[in-house]
């Protein structure tokens, strides 16, 4: 062989073992996502459902947590829970073992604060440790954010005139492509149940009057590039709600069908040739397949890969009714992690000790899932994601 072959050969060695030893470091230095755990509305069940899933070590496993929030109030709910005589056993994380940002209120506000009754003074709370978090996941301390749940109604008692918690998060991260998916495992078969929603926090008489085909596009785009990017799933099978019983039945029962959801299909078939879109299913019967995978006759080639719901609660009676204490409500198109549990406050039996930890157990899990497969796709040494522009 010539000088310049050994020469160049040397120099392809040299670099080759240089890129290795780069990614070696790089995989050496990948530490556990970091994750941002707020405590919601603290006159509710939030603080109750961090301390106990806190608690449960499996939840560490993956991951390091934070807690943001005002740890008098996270100390209150824990002597309250501990005082109690005939308290349900539930193992509780001590506050001060516990790493916490600050949130500081002012002594008016806190004083108001009282374990079970929500006001004004929660709801100012809630959204100050929501704010908080944002700030600093935006800054890159955080990769994911758990928000445990708040009042949208004492939001607004407090001043903060926003339809919930998903829409301040995009505003904040500055998008609008955003949704509301929601995501749970079955515990009897192991298949993953994920629905989004077209249209999300309206009153029932607007979903006719906002529903067209440039909203469905968007949420549809939205729906494959996060089961690209979060899932692993390259060509989906998704299913579409119709809005009308029977979908329409030909216009006899509504025209929106006939108007423009079944072109807008037929169109988004000819565009994205690559996707198996069925519909529009009509509501009464598209979770009958989803049903019946989760309980048991669950046949992967048969089921489809996500469903697109036209409004909340056709989208979540059903989520609700197969996985209340698993569903996870995850944000989709922030730059950032965002997972939350599928229920509300519980003022009424806030501090009894008798709050659900799972799904708030599930939110993480689901976080850690998600960032770790993201970080995944990500090219070490340039930023971009693998495989397909998305």
């Known amino acids: 062989m ?9 120099t392809i060695l040299a670099a080759t073992a240089q890129m290795s030893s780069k990614l070696q470091s790089l995989e050496q230095e990948q530490k556990p996502p970091n994750l941002a755990i707020t405590l919601g509305d603290p006159a509710g069940i939030g603080p109750e459902i961090v301390l106990k899933a806190l608690a449960d070590s499996s939840v560490w496993k993956n991951c390091s947590i934070t807690v943001i929030g005002t740890r008098s109030l996270l100390q209150e709910t824990y002597h309250q829970l501990q005082q109690m005589p005939d308290r349900p056993e539930a193992t509780l994380a001590d506050p001060d073992s516990l790493s916490l940002v600050e949130v500081p209120l002012d002594q008016t506000t806190e004083r108001q604060i009282t374990i079970g009754r929500g006001n004004a003074a929660s709801g100012a709370a809630s959204f100050a440790y929501l704010q908080e978090a944002i700030a600093r996941t935006l800054t890159g301390e955080f990769q994911a954010i758990v928000t445990a749940p708040i009042a949208k109604s004492l939001w607004k008692a407090a001043g903060h005139n926003y339809p919930g918690q998903t829409e301040v998060l995009a505003q904040r991260a500055g998008v609008d492509r955003f949704g509301m998916l929601f995501v749970a495992r079955s515990p009897h078969t192991g298949f993953t149940l994920r629905t989004l929603l077209a249209t999300t926090h309206i ?3 607007q979903v006719p009057l906002i529903l067209n085909p440039q909203l469905m596009s968007l949420k549809l785009d939205l729906l494959v590039d996060s089961l690209h990017n979060d899932f692993g799933i390259d060509m989906p099978k998704i299913a579409i ?18 108007d423009w959801l079944i072109p807008w299909l037929e169109e988004e078939r000819k565009k994205s040739p690559q996707l198996q879109l069925i519909g529009p299913v009509p509501p009464d019967t598209l979770w009958v397949k989803p049903g019946r995978a989760w309980y048991g006759n669950y046949q992967q080639h048969n089921i489809a890969d996500a469903y697109l719901a036209l409004y909340h609660d056709q989208g979540l009676i059903p989520v609700k009714l197969m ?9 989709i198109g922030l730059p950032f992690i965002r997972t939350s549990p599928d229920h509300g406050t519980a003022f009424d039996i806030a501090g009894q000790g008798i709050a659900d930890p799972s799904s708030i157990k599930e939110a993480i899990n689901l976080a850690v899932e998600l960032t770790t497969y993201r970080s995944k796709i990500i090219t070490p040494l340039t930023g971009e994601l693998n495989g397909e522009d998305r």
């Open 323 to 331: 996985a209340f204490e698993r569903a996870i409500n995850t944000t």
């Open 241 to 258: 709600s119709g809005l009308n019983p029977h979908s329409g039945e030909e216009g006899q029962l509504g025209t929106e069908e006939k």
């Open 2 to 10: 010539g000088s310049n072959k050994q020469q160049k050969l040397r």
């Open 203 to 205: 009153p029932l008489s």
